[in-house]
């Protein structure tokens, strides 16, 4: 059954992403877009001159059991621009894209993932004083279940920003 499972739910999350398009979408802590039936949120953002950090926080809202499953090399991405100048592209919680990463949700779950910039840039070295902006984009699909059966249509993660920051 999981050998048939696998290919089918692949077949319908590229059938779906390529019908769909692209995913991105702004949100904030307090109104954050909707993830299939999901909620994706920026929560708890931080400021000190140190760094900038926030959790993101995929929660199920409903009263079914909902599956996550997360997709690339990376569950999530930071990607810091100034203008049209992208200053970093940092990737969080390394996974092996081979293998297939499944997190279940029931009735009020919230998954969290930490997100921190240190403001520094791709080689490393602190960035100028000014203003910058940060996205994130959780890589991972969701599909609803009942039971054991895969129902619905997966819909492709979200990007959440930008948030400004200050950098002092």
Not at 8 to 25: D, I
Not at 61 to 68: C, L, R
Not at 142 to 158: F, I, L, M, S
Request: aromatic share 8%; net charge positive.
């Amino acid at each position: 059954m999981r050998r048939f499972l696998f290919p089918v739910l692949s077949l319908v999350l590229v059938l779906a992403l390529t019908a769909c398009g692209g995913g991105a979408g702004g949100g904030t802590a307090e109104n954050g877009p909707q993830f299939g039936e999901l909620t994706v949120t920026m929560e708890k953002i931080e400021q000190t001159e140190k760094q900038w950090s926030g959790v993101l926080t995929v929660t199920n809202p409903t009263e079914k059991n909902q599956v996550i499953e997360y997709y690339g090399p990376a569950k999530y991405t930071m990607v810091v621009t100034q203008g049209e100048n992208e200053i970093l592209r940092q990737s969080f919680e390394p996974r092996d894209a081979q293998k297939q990463e499944i997190v279940n949700l029931a009735k009020g779950v919230a998954k969290k993932h930490i997100v921190v910039w240190t403001y520094r840039d791709t080689k490393g070295e602190r960035v100028p004083a000014g203003k910058y902006q940060v996205k994130v984009e959780l890589h991972a699909a969701t599909a609803k279940t009942q039971g054991q059966k895969v129902v619905g249509t997966p819909t492709q993660g979200k990007v959440l920003g930008p948030f400004t920051v200050t950098v002092p």
